[in-house]
């Protein structure tokens, strides 16, 4: 599965994003699917994963509360909105798909090119 990550961008503190994640191929319902984050100089971090069908959810304590991982399987895309963001929020974001041994924050086998998401305050 191919993916391509879109929806970042510049924004003021406190406001909202939502990232999109397309996939290509048939195959996306059979993956579950998670978001990353990768701040300049900083190790990668597990933002949010959803499980193959969406109904699990499960995310990293910097996201609780503030973001949400939703899946539209028919349309072969993975989102995140992000709402209340915060400066600390800033980074490259990554999709990425996995197979059963991914969830909730394994290792997952694909990944998108990331979309950069800058938040000014």
């Known amino acids: 599965v191919q993916l391509q990550a879109s929806g970042g961008g510049l924004v003021q503190a406190g406001g909202s994003l939502r990232l999109s994640c397309a996939a290509s191929g048939r195959t996306f319902s059979s993956y579950n699917m998670a978001w990353f984050r990768q701040a300049p100089g900083k190790e990668r971090d597990f933002v949010a994963s959803i499980t193959r069908g969406g109904v699990g959810t499960y995310y990293g304590d910097s996201a609780k509360g503030r973001f949400t991982i939703s899946r539209d399987n028919t349309k072969n895309t993975l989102y995140l909105q992000m709402n209340s963001l915060l400066p600390m929020d800033t980074a490259r974001y990554y999709c990425?798909?996995?197979?059963?041994?991914?969830?909730?924050?394994?290792?997952?086998?694909?990944w998108g090119q990331g979309t950069l998401v800058t938040v000014s305050s």
């Open positions: 990425a798909a996995g197979n059963s041994g991914s969830w909730p924050t394994g290792s997952y086998d694909y």
